[in-house]
């Protein structure tokens, strides 16, 4: 690949030398244009080459080219954090740290998302304040950095009041977002239950679901409830890949809990388990055959998706089995996503399950959708019209539903 500069093409030479030689030319020059292309193009630079080109240009630079890194701060690139940051360590000192604390406060938001790496590293207190007042800048790596850093400096001001706020139930959840944002960048555990408490209260569950899988994983959240990871993990499915992006399939470990769910289901006849892999199974089945979900994924995420599916679909288990206990629960998602997955499979075979379902049903969203559902199966003759329409007290709903009996 031409990276379009002569020093950025050395600098992913496999020749140490010639590497080393372009990480010289880059640093003592100020070449920020080869930096503004690693930067572009750091997604389609493999991990290890990246590291190497960080350690080239960190041994570059020198305490007399020191003040060369900061022209490089104009450009932010998380990936390429560590040459800007891991120099000024190298070569800390009060002077120095002085320069950063004012290029903290004057500085463009990547110049103060650099500043806020380098205090997480030097626990200077009069950086604090500048912590404090970027936490929860509209530049995402800024936040980000300086919630870090507070978790390292031990500062948990805003950590307790965006516990306080998250539980506020008169505070509404666009407030509490960028407090959601805080507590994953500042990586406390003991924030979980608040996230969890979030989740459930929440209109945003997606967001919310991705932020606790940010702060832990699945294995942990077994270990502490496993109805909360039940849960998260059926948000988290139901939102790829519109609402979460696909990217994080690796970085969640979702092949590893589906795994675990599928050993769970030769130990327990659980039909909430048994819905949830239903469910997986015709998302990534839909993802998989669809270039569209796909096409701009690295090939390393691409293998994942078709490793989840191959796995589920070569699987002996019959998940249907049981399915219609998750019909007569008393939680109306739970009902609304089982309706979900019959449709999506075509079991026409649930159909008096689905009629029981809505007979005795008390929620109305879900009488009309059970109503949708058997219409769609062409089985609507055995549900009684009248006492259905009687039960509903919705308008819009008894209209809609009135609607499918009439076409």
Not at 70 to 82: L, P, S
Not at 125 to 131: K, T, W
Not at 152 to 174: G, H, P, R, T, V
């Amino acid at each position: 690949m031409d990276f379009g500069t002569q020093n950025a093409n050395n600098l992913i030479s496999k020749d140490k030398n010639t590497a080393r030689s372009a990480a010289n030319l880059v640093v003592n020059n100020s070449d920020i244009e080869t930096f503004k292309i690693l930067c572009e193009k750091s997604d389609f630079i493999f991990d290890f080459i990246k590291e190497k080109i960080i350690q080239n240009l960190c041994f570059a630079v020198n305490s007399k080219n020191l003040s060369n890194t900061f022209n490089f701060t104009k450009i932010y690139n998380q990936d390429f954090e560590d040459f800007i940051v891991q120099s000024w360590i190298n070569f800390a000192d009060e002077d120095l740290t002085d320069k950063i604390l004012e290029l903290f406060e004057n500085g463009t938001n990547e110049q103060k998302t650099y500043a806020a790496a380098y205090f997480y590293h030097i626990n200077d207190p009069l950086a604090i304040e500048y912590l404090n007042n970027y936490a929860f800048s509209e530049f995402e790596p800024l936040a980000q950095n300086c919630a870090r850093t507070l978790k390292q400096f031990n500062d948990k001001y805003l950590y307790n009041k965006a516990i306080e706020i998250i539980k506020n139930e008169s505070i509404d959840d666009f407030e509490k977002y960028k407090y959601v944002n805080f507590l994953t960048s500042f990586g406390e555990i003991s924030a979980l239950d608040t996230l969890i408490y979030y989740l459930k209260h929440t209109f945003t569950k997606s967001f919310a679901a991705s932020n606790i899988l940010y702060l832990t994983n699945f294995s942990e959240l077994i270990k502490t409830n496993k109805e909360d990871a039940l849960n998260i993990f059926d948000v988290l499915i139901g939102a790829y890949p519109e609402e979460i992006s696909l990217d994080t399939i690796i970085d969640f470990e979702v092949f590893d809990f589906i795994k675990y769910l599928m050993n769970q289901i030769q130990i327990e006849n659980n039909s909430f388990i048994k819905r949830l892999l239903l469910k997986t199974k015709y998302k990534f089945n839909l993802i998989s055959r669809e270039d569209i979900y796909t096409f701009d994924l690295n090939k390393q995420i691409k293998k994942e998706i078709s490793s989840i599916s191959n796995f589920i679909n070569t699987s002996d288990i019959d998940l249907f089995e049981g399915l219609e206990n998750e019909l007569y629960s008393n939680n109306k998602e739970q009902i609304l996503e089982t309706f979900d997955v019959i449709l999506n499979f075509g079991k026409t075979n649930f159909a008096p399950q689905i009629a029981k379902t809505i007979e005795v049903s008390v929620f109305e969203d879900v009488i009309a959708e059970g109503i949708r559902t058997l219409k769609v199966f062409g089985k609507l003759d055995i549900v009684n019209k009248d006492a259905i329409i009687t039960k509903v007290q919705n308008e819009n709903l008894k209209a809609l539903i009135t609607s499918y009996f009439s076409n």
